[in-house]
C-alpha cells in the first residue's frame, strides 16, 4: 500500500518535471581534445560538451560529448576517441547491489542508504573502540557521516588522522576505498600487530562521503556528476565543487571557475557550500584539540599522490621532502601489491593549479603535518567508471599504500 502510493507519487512528480529523467549516455563519446594552451577554445569545447572529465588541464581535455556534437568538436580541434560508447562503459561498471554484510560490500557499488548501513553495522561490531561521527549537513539536508576510531588511550587521545573520500560525486571508488581503512583498521584490531600499532598511534576519523547530494545524484539521474547540489540565483546552473571551496586562497586566479555552469565553478564567496562549512568546523575542531597528524583527500582518477600546494606551482610545503618521502614509499607499497604506477609530486607542478582545494586548506589553516590527495585507478579506460571486478585490487593495493604513510607519519 504504501509502496503503490510512493510510486504514484513519483509518477505525479515525474510528469510534473519534479523527478528528472536519468541521462542516457548511449552513443555518447568520450574524446581527447588537444588545445595547446587555448583556453577560448575551452570554452568554446565547454559549451558543446556534456561533461568535462579532467578539468583544470590547459594541454588537452578528456570530454563526454553527446553523438551529435561529436563533429562540431573535431572541428573545433584535434581530437582522439578515448572511450567510443559512454553508455556501454557504465553498463560495464556493474550496476549496484544490495547490501550483503562482510567482504563482499567491496565486490560492488552500492546506494546512499547502503553506505550508511555499512557503516553503522561495522560501528556497531566494535562499540568499545568506535562512534559514528557528522560533519554537518548537506544542500539538501543530509548529514556528512563517519565513523572514528580509536585504540588504547581511550577515544580522542592521539593525533588526528582525518580522510575524506567522495568529495566528487562520481568518483565512487573512494568512498570504497575509504570504507575499506575503516573496515581493517576494526575488523584487523585484534589479530593484526601493524593495524593495532596504527590504530593505538592516531586518532582516526573518517568519511567516505563527504558529497552525499552529488553522490546520490550520480545514482539517480546523472552519473558523471561531479559537483554538490547548490544553486545560485544568477544562473539555472547547479553545484558548487566542493573541492575549489575551501578558504584558503578561494580568491588565487587560475585555479577555479567563476561560472555557475562550470566543472570546477567555485561559489559566490569563500567556504559557502555546506558541505564545506561542515568540514571546515570538522578540521577547525581537530586542529584545537589533539592536531592534525595526516589528511588524506581521496579522488580518482588518474594514478596520483599529490600534495600542497594547488594554488601555486613555484610555491613547496615547509616540509616538501618529507611529503615526498612518504608519497614515495605509498607508491611503492602500491606497485608491490599489484604492478599499479603512480606519479608523485606537489599539486600545482605535477597536476593542474586548483584554488581553494582541501589540502592547501588544511596544510596551512589546519595545520596538519601532512596532507594528501590520492587519485585512484585508473588512468582513463574507464576513468570515473571503473568495473565492480576492479573495487577489489584497488581498495587492497591503496591500502598497502596507505598502511606505509600511517607508519611513517
Ligand atoms: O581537480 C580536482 O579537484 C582533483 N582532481 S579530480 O579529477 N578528482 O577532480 C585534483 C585536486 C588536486 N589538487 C589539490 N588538492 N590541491
Ligand atoms: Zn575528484
Redesign the pocket.
Known amino acids: 500500500m504504501k509502496s503503490a502510493l510512493v510510486s504514484s507519487l513519483l509518477f505525479a512528480l515525474a510528469l510534473a518535471g519534479a523527478v528528472p529523467k536519468k541521462v542516457d549516455y548511449n552513443g555518447f563519446k568520450v574524446l581527447r581534445v588537444n588545445l595547446n594552451e587555448k583556453l577560448d577554445k575551452l570554452e568554446a569545447l565547454e559549451k558543446l560538451a556534456t561533461h568535462v572529465l579532467?578539468?583544470?588541464k590547459a594541454s588537452f581535455v578528456d570530454v563526454v560529448v553527446a553523438p551529435e556534437n561529436v563533429d562540431a568538436v573535431n572541428a573545433l580541434s584535434a581530437a582522439t576517441v578515448i572511450t567510443e560508447d559512454v553508455g556501454a562503459a557504465l553498463k560495464e561498471e556493474g550496476g549496484f547491489s544490495a547490501y550483503a554484510g562482510s567482504e563482499t560490500w567491496f565486490t560492488a557499488y552500492h546506494s546512499y542508504a547502503d553506505h550508511l548501513q555499512f557503516l553503522r553495522d561495522l560501528q556497531a561490531g566494535y562499540t568499545s573502540n568506535s562512534a559514528i561521527i557528522t560533519a554537518g549537513t548537506s544542500v539538501e539536508g543530509r548529514t556528512l557521516t563517519g565513523i572514528q576510531i580509536w585504540g588504547t588511550g581511550g577515544r580522542g587521545s592521539k593525533p588526528a588522522v582525518l580522510i575524506h573520500g567522495n568529495?566528487?560525486a562520481r568518483?565512487w571508488i573512494t568512498s570504497k576505498t575509504v570504507e575499506y581503512i575503516a573496515w581493517q583498521l576494526l575488523t584487523k584490531y585484534s589479530t593484526d600487530a601493524t593495524v593495532k600499532s596504527l590504530v593505538d598511534k592516531f586518532d582516526f576519523y573518517i568519511v567516505p562521503i563527504v558529497n552525499p547530494d552529488g553522490f546520490v545524484y550520480t545514482q539517480r539521474t546523472d552519473r558523471l556528476w561531479?559537483k554538490n547540489r547548490q544553486t545560485v540565483s544568477s544562473s539555472r546552473c547547479v553545484g558548487r565543487?566542493i573541492?575549489?571551496n575551501w578558504p584558503y586562497k578561494w580568491d588565487a586566479p587560475g585555479g577555479a571557475s567563476t561560472d555557475p555552469c562550470s566543472e570546477?565553478y567555485k561559489g559566490v564567496a569563500a567556504g559557502d557550500a555546506p558541505e564545506n562549512k561542515g568540514l571546515v568546523a570538522q578540521v577547525q575542531q581537530l586542529k584545537a584539540s589533539r592536531g592534525i597528524r595526516l589528511y588524506l583527500?581521496i579522488?580518482?582518477?588518474?594514478q596520483y599522490i599529490?600534495w600542497?600546494?594547488?594554488y601555486d606551482c613555484n610555491l613547496r610545503a615547509e616540509n616538501d621532502a618529507q611529503h615526498r618521502n612518504l608519497a614515495t614509499r605509498a607508491a611503492s607499497a602500491i606497485r608491490a601489491v599489484s604492478g599499479t604506477a603512480y606519479t608523485i609530486g606537489p599539486?600545482?607542478s605535477t597536476?593542474?593549479a586548483?584554488t581553494g582545494?582541501?589540502?592547501?586548506y588544511t596544510d596551512v589553516t589546519g595545520n596538519s603535518t601532512y596532507s594528501y590527495?590520492y587519485?585512484l585507478r585508473d588512468t582513463g579506460k574507464y576513468g570515473f567508471s571503473l568495473p565492480a571486478n576492479q573495487i577489489q585490487p584497488t581498495v587492497r593495493e591503496t591500502w598497502a599504500g596507505i598502511v606505509s604513510m600511517l607508519k611513517d607519519a
Open positions: 579532467n578539468p583544470g568529495v566528487h568518483e561531479r565543487d573541492n575549489r570546477t583527500d579522488h580518482s582518477y588518474g599529490l600542497p600546494y594547488g599539486s600545482c597536476l593542474y586548483t582545494s582541501s589540502t592547501d590527495t587519485e
